[in-house]
């Protein structure tokens, strides 16, 4: 399985402000996803991010406000721009292996607060 | 379209004791299907998975879900608790697409 890796672990940040989380895998994969839990919350998928092509954003998520890049197979980068309390929540990357079957490996998340 | 659906936001076993985690699902195809653990202030962890193969899987920690069909479930079991199976559960589908839907989570708790 990947070994996945986040930068920042947590932060705390002031509303109105921008942060960029890293993502980074051990292996070279295809597809790369991000995902938000919030607080007491289950997971819903942000976007997905093949290399070499614009990131796909689910229904209630738009470029300007998650902008993502995916500069090579390894790696990853979630932007979370202008940030209000509403955006406090744990962001994870995780990656398809590449076994056909549709898992996600995940990383350890990245704890975001906003005040 | 597919969704899960997770019976019992909270479940507490003793130590020892079987541990059923409920898990149904909808899809319109035959589904792809997952259990994820959290343990606090970490990442998920992919415990087992169903793939068309056999109904009933095994996965790591001594966990394993049976794929029944017929009640569109896809429950995960343990024997015996252990206190380290304390953590958040969720259960997840694919309808052949990498896009994961998952419940809204099972937290377990282990009674010493």
């Known amino acids: 399985s990947a070994v996945i890796s986040q930068k920042p672990s947590r932060d705390i940040c002031q509303r109105g402000t921008s942060l960029t989380i890293q993502c980074q895998v051990d292996?070279?994969?295809?597809?790369m996803f991000w995902y938000r839990q919030q607080p007491g919350q289950s997971l819903t998928l942000i976007a997905t991010?093949?290399?070499?092509?614009?990131?796909?954003?689910e229904s209630g998520f738009v470029i300007d406000k998650f902008p993502i890049s995916r500069p090579n197979l390894t790696f990853s980068t979630l932007t979370v721009s202008n940030m209000s309390p509403e955006d406090s929540s744990i962001y994870l990357c995780?990656?398809?292996?590449?076994?056909?079957?549709?898992?996600?490996?995940f990383g350890p998340g990245t704890r975001l607060t906003v005040t | 379209a597919q969704s899960v659906t997770q019976l019992g936001s909270h479940v507490s076993v003793s130590e020892g004791a079987l541990v059923l985690l409920r898990c149904n699902y909808s899809s319109s195809v035959p589904p792809y299907l997952f259990w994820y653990v959290q343990y606090p202030n970490q990442g998920l962890q992919l415990l087992l998975k169903y793939t068309s193969a056999a109904t009933l899987v095994k996965g790591i920690n001594g966990f394993e879900a049976e794929f029944k069909k017929s009640e569109t479930s896809f429950h995960l079991t343990k024997p015996s608790a252990h206190m380290s199976d304390a953590a958040e559960y969720f259960c997840a589908v694919s309808e052949g697409s990498n896009n994961l839907f998952f419940g809204t989570g099972t937290r377990l708790t282990v009674i010493p």
């Open positions: 991010a093949n290399q070499g092509s614009e990131a796909t954003y």
């Open positions: 995780s990656v398809d292996p590449g076994t056909g079957v549709y898992e996600q490996y």
């Open positions: 292996s070279q994969v295809t597809m």
